[in-house]
């Protein structure tokens, strides 16, 4: 349906009518009655032209919209699907925050009984008094626990990060480009994250990366400093007890009621709907729901615009996700002019070298600074009376390998496709929402091997945290013919570690971080250089890449298939897939993925259409 907005009184030239309540209400209503989608047809005109940011004639450097615009009005869907991953269902997340409380009580438990208790939790001579079961137990099992809690929270964590962007554009007034269709949150900086979530008042993705980033970082450490054995060292007549730190203790019982406290509010964040029938995986998920409104115009000149660029274009409309696809919305105003960065690199940040190569120094640093710290008599002491130190070193390596881990799942499609007559699989493959464990499983059945090699080194990098709280000893006597007969204090019968115990930890150590540093090495050897015009992950980012792509026609009605339909749909078709130059749809060339056969492949920093010959040229040379 279209209508035209009247003139009112004391309207404003190059306002939009429509920014007044009363009209924008009265026009809801309409849609609401017609149950339709109602258009507004307007004159607006986008006074940003004017400085100078613009250079006319560039392909894509297109930012502002001018001229006769229509605003699109939405009516409520009273059957709006609510789909979402399993992960984000109530049972559990529910499981998670009765996880934190009990761990919370369960810690305020013991320390109460380590208070009371003069013998502990535990009190041994030699590690060999004590049953393996009780060893385990003290030793491991509550690392592994809060290690593993983490790795819960942040399969959590990665969903709501991935769909925020269609739970946004799923309200009824939809939402403007920078909340949902620029957003991208799967390569941010995680540490940022929450305070970036704050200012959109996205508060689902507040909740579940501060509790991520809480469980997954800082729970591990914590618990290593809040159990103790004193003394350290003893003659083979005097006991150890194994004791709870309180104020390091009740810090971690404090962390883990933080951590409850936003599994609750998450709880309630996710009661609204997503607007999603399925999980839209991949370039052929965001594909589908583009083929029915006229979203796609709104991108020409972006093909190889970096994601500022694409910003400033967008800025001056909502966007919508109605009956399963994509709509233009309602044209708005007061969204700032974004500058051209020209210096935006369009390489996430843990894939480029400047940042590679410090983290792989500093992978072995903690390699070196490993036997530096057990082995040296003077600089064995700070492990024995701070051993929270190694366990945060370990946790920096879980860090920063959970960064590259992420970036790199969201580059493979695009890497494939970059390396030509990809396969239809390639436009549904989606690594992002995989489960930690099973997608180096998944990455290596569709023979994607370094994906797999780094998916498999995140888990070692929690393996690596679980070792790091067996150093707290002097590893010379663990050296064969040196452990002493257990008469003198530092011998090692009466250390907090068996023999097999040390060196089973500091052999997977020491192989896990050869292991990261390896991998990390052929990571930044076969994904450090730029070959995409931006950096990927927003839905506009997607978008921009097809928006003239000849394949759009194979999803025309596709919609409402899942990833496994549309993958069989693709087959069927028997079509190869790449990323680089091709003629439109509209006759012209444009950069970006689209079906096999491709005029030349992207090479980053060359516009393959400015550098060929057209009839143009042609005609023009045989003229002169």
């Not at 410090?358 to 051993?387: E, S």
């Not at 007969?485 to 115990?501: A, C, L, M, V």
């Not at 070959?531 to 759009?552: C, D, E, K, N, T």
Request: with cysteine.
């Amino acid at each position: 349906m279209n209508a035209s907005v009247a003139s009112k009184p004391g309207h404003k030239r190059g306002e939009s009518l429509t920014t007044d309540p009363q009209i924008r209400n009265a026009i809801q209503r309409e849609a609401q009655k017609v149950d339709a989608i109602v258009a507004i047809h307007e004159s607006v005109v986008d006074l940003s032209v004017f400085d100078g940011g613009d250079q006319p004639g560039r392909r894509d450097t297109v930012f502002t919209q001018s001229g006769d615009l229509n605003s699109y009005y939405f009516p409520e869907d009273p059957e709006k699907p609510a789909w979402r991953p399993i992960s984000m269902r109530w049972p559990y997340i529910s499981l998670l925050v009765i996880l934190a409380i009990s761990l919370a009580g369960l810690q305020e438990f013991l320390c109460q009984i380590s208070q009371r208790n003069s013998e502990g939790l535990l009190k041994f001579q030699t590690p060999k008094d004590i049953t393996i079961l009780a060893y385990f137990t003290w030793k491991y099992l509550p690392t592994i626990i809060l290690v593993t809690y983490g790795v819960m929270w942040q399969v959590v964590d990665y969903e709501v990060k991935r769909l925020e962007p269609y739970y946004q554009l799923s309200q009824r007034e939809g939402a403007i480009a920078r909340a949902s269709l620029n957003l991208d949150y799967l390569t941010a900086m995680a540490y940022l994250i929450p305070l970036r979530a704050i200012r959109y008042k996205q508060w689902a993705v507040v909740c579940s990366s501060t509790a991520a980033i809480i469980s997954g970082s800082l729970l591990a450490v914590l618990q290593s400093a809040a159990v103790e054995v004193t003394p350290k060292y003893t003659t083979g007549k005097e006991d150890k007890r194994v004791m709870v730190d309180p104020i390091f203790s009740r810090c971690l019982t404090a962390a883990l009621l933080i951590v409850a406290t936003c599994g609750i509010c998450l709880l309630f964040a996710l009661r609204r709907k997503s607007g999603l029938l399925s999980d839209p995986k991949g370039i052929a998920g965001i594909a589908a729901m583009a083929t029915k409104s006229h979203i796609l115009v709104d991108f020409k000149g972006l093909d190889i615009a970096t994601n500022n660029r694409i910003h400033d274009k967008l800025r001056t409309r909502r966007y919508n996700l109605h009956k399963s696809s994509l709509w233009q919305g309602k044209f708005v105003r007061g969204e700032k002019h974004t500058p051209p960065d020209k210096n935006e690199n369009p390489h996430p940040v843990m894939l480029r070298l400047i940042t590679g190569i410090p983290y792989v120094f500093y992978i072995v640093v903690v390699a070196a600074l490993l036997p530096f710290f057990i082995f040296d008599q003077k600089a064995n002491i700070v492990t024995i009376r701070t051993p929270w130190v190694l366990t945060a070193l370990a946790t920096g390596v879980k860090i920063g390998w959970g960064a590259i881990d992420i970036e790199l799942r969201v580059l493979e499609p695009y890497y494939i496709l970059l390396q030509r007559n990809a396969p239809p699989k390639t436009l549904t493959l989606d690594y992002t929402g995989t489960v930690p464990g099973y997608l180096s499983f998944k990455a290596a059945l569709n023979r994607h091997w370094l994906i797999a090699a780094v998916s498999f080194g995140a888990i070692l990098t929690e393996v690596l945290t679980v070792c790091a709280t067996s150093f707290t000893v002097d590893g010379r006597k663990f050296v064969a013919g040196h452990g002493g007969d257990g008469n003198e204090t530092d011998d090692r019968q009466n250390s907090t570690e068996t023999f097999r115990s040390f060196w089973t930890s500091f052999a997977l150590a020491g192989g896990i971080l050869i292991y990261l540093v390896i991998v990390a090495c052929i990571v930044y050897l076969r994904r450090g250089r730029v070959f995409l015009p931006r950096q990927p992950g927003s839905i506009a980012g997607v978008l921009a890449y097809i928006h003239q792509s000849r394949m759009l026609d194979d999803f025309i009605d596709t919609e409402r298939k899942d990833a496994d339909m549309m993958t069989k749909h693709l087959e069927k078709i028997g079509k190869t897939y790449a990323l680089g130059w091709f003629r439109g749809r509209d006759h012209e060339d444009h950069c970006g993925v689209d079906q096999e056969p491709m005029d030349a492949s992207y090479e980053h920093g060359k516009d393959w259409d400015k550098g060929r010959l057209t009839g143009q040229e042609i005609q023009g040379w045989e003229m002169f």
